[in-house]
Nanobody, 125 residues
């Protein structure tokens, strides 16, 4: 599985960005995926995950502002980020579980074995 993110950038507080992740090397629709982020000096944390059936989960800090979605036909994963805050500044990564599976419910970060190279998101106040 190969993952390639794009769409990061710099925006002012309250702005929006849409991240994309191109998936290759496997039949995309067969496994769940997620978005993670890592801010300077902090651990990498889960932002949102989406299952094969479209079920989603979000970190409390982004609920109501971020939306994860997928386009199975185009083998793409997306993260729409609205009402961005300075604390959203981080490198954002898309990821898939090391053991590919239908649902990411309950999976810890350590269970994700496929990662993209990351894309920087910077939100200024």
């Amino acid at each position: 599985v190969r993952l390639l993110e794009s769409g990061g950038g710099s925006v002012q507080s309250g702005g929006s960005l849409r991240l994309s992740c191109a998936v290759s090397g496997y039949t995309y629709s067969n496994f769940c995926m997620g978005w993670f982020r890592q801010a300077p000096g902090k651990e990498r944390e889960a932002v949102a995950t989406i299952d094969v059936d479209g079920s989603t989960r979000y970190a409390e800090s982004v609920k109501g502002r971020f939306t994860i979605s997928q386009d199975n036909a185009k083998k793409m994963l997306f993260l729409q980020m609205n009402a961005l805050k300075p604390e959203d500044t981080a490198i954002y990564y898309c990821a898939a579980p090391q053991i590919l599976q239908w649902s990411c419910a309950g999976l810890s970060r350590a269970k994700f074995g496929y990662w993209g190279q990351g894309t920087q998101v910077t939100v200024s106040s």
